[in-house]
């Protein structure tokens, strides 16, 4: 069986960088150029670090993010003592079991503090539902169905309006679900109503023949509906493409 490696908890993972980390905060801070473009240095990169310089500089940098991302907020000062003394095997102020507590103490504080809410999906598409003719489904003890097709097509007798229910289910990249509250906007309200007019589930009713658009937006997102009526044999032909 392959060896599973242990996942690391960010609190654990705080802890054995702050224990393991060389900082570069002792180092100087470069000058900055009295104006882009005043000097020929002004335009000159960074030396590019190598060895010992590319791994104390890229050490340090972790460390100061790791930090920040948490906010966590030290003594820099103190800190830079910390490591030179340690480093240079001089007296410290802690002991090394103060040391390791403090670090324990964090890392018991970061455990109880509440992870941050995911970030909401960003909204990428709009699926809308139909709910099939009950008088259909029942009869074959199917219940209630929904159905997505590119185009739905319902039939109603003539001499009254058609009404059909629909639903809508925000979508994201990758065909997540989305949580959203879609507004319906008819182009043309004398031949289509929407009741009610926000939501995830409402009804489309078809007053008369004709071409109109429904527009379905959500999160700065419109998808657009186009609903066509037909007239054939008294009877009201209803297609909605999506």
Known sequence: MRNMKKKIEPATRVGLILLLTVSLWSMPLAAQPEAAGTTAAATQKAPALEGKERLSYALGMVLGNQLRS??????????????????????????????????????????????????????????????????????HYLGDRWISPPTFTSTHKMGSELLIEARAQGLDALGRPVAITPQWIPADPEMVMVSPDRGNEIRIIVKRAGQTRLKVGSMEFTKELRITAMDRDNAMQVQITQ
Do not use: C, M, N
Request: hydrophobic share 40%; proline share 6%; net charge positive.
């Open 70 to 139: 948490q906010s966590i907020e030290v003594d820099q000062d103190l800190y830079v003592r910390g490591l030179k003394d340690a480093l240079a095997g001089r007296k410290t102020l802690l002991t090394e079991t103060e040391a390791k507590t403090s670090v324990h103490v964090l890392q018991s504080e970061l455990k109880r503090k509440p992870a941050a809410p995911p970030a909401a999906a960003a909204l990428t598409d709009i699926k809308i539902s139909f709910k099939l003719d009950p008088q259909l489904t029942r009869a």
